[in-house]
């Protein structure tokens, strides 16, 4: 292919992305500065909290960590694949009519590991959002894979129009350091930060009811008052969501009266916060911009 023929190629691709992405209102990439935060969880959690906060049946999840796809087991998918039909490829569908597109659904077997380098993840990306037939969806959340790499800057560069970023942390000073990082890529490519999530965020005895601050506690505060971004909330670490994670249940159905799922349904809120002010700033500008144009036509 020549480099003409390339660049066609690309351009086909960005059309068919526009027009893909055209039935999707809403999508916020879920970021960390590293691994073991509990990213995936999240996510997963949160696309439950937000399907039964009025969006049933209009949720998706692109999970683009591609070396250590996770959704599909934690939604009970295991062992599923992608329907494909003239009109492209379509998601499998998870508990409350979640979407979900994965590398996991690809594979011969769980046990298949991904051994890609960089282009390749771009371009699955590409493939991704070009050719799967999302549908109208409120929300289309993108599990990304931690760090500032291949993944979260080929999201940042393929939907301009991203709602904007949640970034996930623990209490930790060492998850701090590194999060702070993710906050200032999303800020260098002026990607929206929604706001921080602080997970694990102590442990309550299901016994005593007491708080034990395993990992310490208010660093993803800390952090967002340092640089200037929204807090979320805090998730408490409940035993509980490891085990639904495994069993393949949402947490959120199974437990919804616990303090984490409480925490979960708070942060939904926060978002939908977010999303109301940028649609009317939006509005404001665009009645702004027509006033404007007509005083100019005059």
Do not use: Y
């Amino acid at each position: 292919m020549t480099d003409l023929e390339s660049i066609k190629r690309l351009q086909e691709l960005e059309k068919q992305i526009k027009a893909r992405m055209s039935t999707v209102k809403h999508k916020i990439a879920v970021i960390s500065g590293k691994g073991g935060v509990g990213k995936s969880t999240f996510t997963v959690n949160l696309a439950v909290a937000l399907a039964a906060n009025g969006h049933m049946n209009t949720i998706g999840i692109l999970d683009a960590d591609f070396h250590g796809p996770s959704v599909p087991k934690m939604l009970g998918l295991m062992g599923k694949t992608l329907q494909v039909s003239s009109e492209g490829v379509s998601p499998a569908i998870g508990p409350m009519g979640i979407r979900i597109v994965s590398t996991e659904f690809l594979l011969p077997d769980e046990n298949t590991p991904v051994i890609w380098r960089g282009p390749l993840k771009v371009n699955a990306i590409r493939d991704f959002l070009s050719d799967i037939v999302w549908g109208e969806l409120d929300f289309l959340l993108i599990d990304l894979p931690p760090g500032t790499g291949d993944e979260p800057l080929s999201i940042a560069q393929l939907l301009p129009d991203l709602d904007g970023v949640i970034v996930v942390t623990i209490p930790s000073q060492v998850s701090q350091i590194v999060v702070k990082k993710a906050v200032n890529f999303s800020k260098r490519l002026n990607l929206p930060v929604i706001g921080i999530v602080e997970n694990m965020s102590g442990f309550i005895c299901p016994n005593c009811s007491a708080k034990v601050d395993i990992f310490q506690s208010g660093g993803g505060k800390k952090i967002s008052e340092e640089l200037n971004v929204p807090f979320l909330g805090s998730i408490p670490i409940d035993q509980k969501i490891c085990e639904d994670a495994d069993n393949g249940k949402p947490f959120i159905i199974e437990h919804k009266d616990s303090p984490a799922a409480e925490a979960f349904m708070e942060i939904v809120k926060k978002i939908d916060k977010f999303i109301n002010s940028k649609e009317s700033t939006l509005g404001k500008s665009a009645i702004q911009k027509t006033k404007i144009h007509k005083r100019s036509a005059r």
